[in-house]
C-alpha cells in the first residue's frame, strides 16, 4: 500500500531558500553546489528522488570530480533511473560549455608567444577524448590564430589526418602558418615514428603552398610535447 505520508521528494516542497532557482536568483550562482547547479539542468526528479538526488548520483558517477564527469558519454548518465535522453543531453552540452570556457580562457593573447600557451589550449580542449583526434590551429601573418578545427577522430590507439584536407582548410582560412596537434589518450607524451611521419609529409606538403608548419603539439594529462622546441621539426 502506498504510503501518503511519505514527504514528497518534489524541489517545489521545499523551503524556498532551498530551492535551487529560487537560490541562485537570490543569491547568485557562487552559492550553489555543483549538485545544485545540475538539478537546476535537469530541472525534476522522478517519484523516489528530487532533482538534487538525482544530481548528486550522477556527480558519483564521475567521483565527485567535474573533471572525469566531463569524460563520461550520454550511456553513462542514462545508467541512473529518472536520466532519460534529453537530461542526458542538457548535462553534457553544460559541461561542454565549460570545457569551451575554460580552453578560451587559456588563449587570452591573440598572438602566439609559445608552445606552453598552444599547449594549455589544446589540453583544455582535448583532454576529454577518451581516443585520438587530430586538429590544426590555423594562422594569419600577424601570427594571431584564424581557426582551430579537429581534422580527424581515430580509435583508441590512433588517428590518421590527411594532408590534402589540412592544406584546403588552410587555404580557405587564408592561413601563412599551422600548428598540428593531437593527444595521447595514454598519457605518454613520446611522438610515434608514424607521428614523425606524418608531421613531415604535412610539412613538405605545406611548402609548395608557401605554409609553414610551426609545431606539432602531442597534449596528454601528462603535459604536452612539442615537436619545434625539441627540434625535430
Given at each position: 500500500?502506498?504510503?501518503?505520508?511519505?514527504?514528497?521528494?518534489?524541489?517545489?516542497?521545499?523551503?524556498?531558500?532551498?530551492?535551487?532557482?529560487?537560490?541562485?536568483?537570490?543569491?547568485?550562482?557562487?552559492?550553489?553546489?555543483?549538485?545544485e547547479l545540475?538539478?537546476?539542468?535537469?530541472?525534476n526528479g522522478n517519484k523516489d528522488k528530487s532533482a538534487v538526488d538525482l544530481a548528486k548520483d550522477i556527480l558519483k558517477l564521475g567521483s565527485d570530480n567535474l573533471n572525469e564527469l566531463?569524460?563520461?558519454?550520454?550511456?553513462?548518465?542514462?545508467?541512473i533511473k529518472g536520466i532519460g535522453e534529453a537530461k542526458a543531453i542538457t548535462i553534457?552540452?553544460?559541461?561542454?560549455?565549460?570545457?569551451?570556457?575554460?580552453?578560451?580562457?587559456?588563449?587570452?593573447?591573440?598572438?602566439?608567444?609559445?608552445?606552453?600557451d598552444i599547449a594549455q589550449y589544446l589540453k583544455a580542449v582535448l583532454k576529454?577524448?577518451?581516443?585520438?583526434?587530430?586538429?590544426?590551429l590555423f594562422l594569419n601573418r600577424a601570427n594571431k590564430i584564424n581557426h582551430f578545427e579537429i581534422i580527424s577522430r581515430g580509435g583508441i590507439t590512433g588517428t590518421v589526418a590527411d594532408p590534402r584536407i589540412i592544406l584546403k582548410k588552410a587555404l580557405e582560412e587564408d592561413a601563412t602558418s599551422i600548428i598540428l596537434s593531437h593527444n595521447h589518450p595514454s598519457?605518454?607524451?613520446?611522438?610515434?615514428?608514424?607521428?614523425?611521419?606524418?608531421?613531415?609529409?604535412?610539412?613538405?606538403?605545406?611548402?609548395?603552398?608557401?605554409?609553414r608548419v610551426i609545431d606539432h603539439i602531442i597534449v596528454s594529462e601528462e603535459g604536452y610535447y612539442s615537436f619545434a622546441d625539441e627540434g625535430i621539426l
Amino acid at each position: 500500500m502506498e504510503n501518503f505520508n511519505k514527504p514528497s521528494t518534489s524541489i517545489k516542497n521545499w523551503a524556498a531558500d532551498d530551492r535551487p532557482r529560487e537560490k541562485l536568483l537570490h543569491k547568485g550562482s557562487g552559492a550553489l553546489s555543483n549538485s545544485e547547479l545540475i538539478a537546476i539542468l535537469i530541472n525534476n526528479g522522478n517519484k523516489d528522488k528530487s532533482a538534487v538526488d538525482l544530481a548528486k548520483d550522477i556527480l558519483k558517477l564521475g567521483s565527485d570530480n567535474l573533471n572525469e564527469l566531463g569524460k563520461l558519454t550520454l550511456k553513462d548518465f542514462q545508467q541512473i533511473k529518472g536520466i532519460g535522453e534529453a537530461k542526458a543531453i542538457t548535462i553534457a552540452a553544460a559541461l561542454e560549455l565549460g570545457r569551451r570556457r575554460q580552453a578560451a580562457a587559456t588563449l587570452d593573447k591573440p598572438v602566439v608567444q609559445s608552445s606552453k600557451d598552444i599547449a594549455q589550449y589544446l589540453k583544455a580542449v582535448l583532454k576529454d577524448f577518451s581516443y585520438e583526434v587530430f586538429a590544426v590551429l590555423f594562422l594569419n601573418r600577424a601570427n594571431k590564430i584564424n581557426h582551430f578545427e579537429i581534422i580527424s577522430r581515430g580509435g583508441i590507439t590512433g588517428t590518421v589526418a590527411d594532408p590534402r584536407i589540412i592544406l584546403k582548410k588552410a587555404l580557405e582560412e587564408d592561413a601563412t602558418s599551422i600548428i598540428l596537434s593531437h593527444n595521447h589518450p595514454s598519457g605518454s607524451l613520446k611522438p610515434s615514428k608514424a607521428d614523425e611521419e606524418l608531421t613531415q609529409k604535412i610539412k613538405e606538403a605545406a611548402r609548395y603552398f608557401d605554409i609553414r608548419v610551426i609545431d606539432h603539439i602531442i597534449v596528454s594529462e601528462e603535459g604536452y610535447y612539442s615537436f619545434a622546441d625539441e627540434g625535430i621539426l
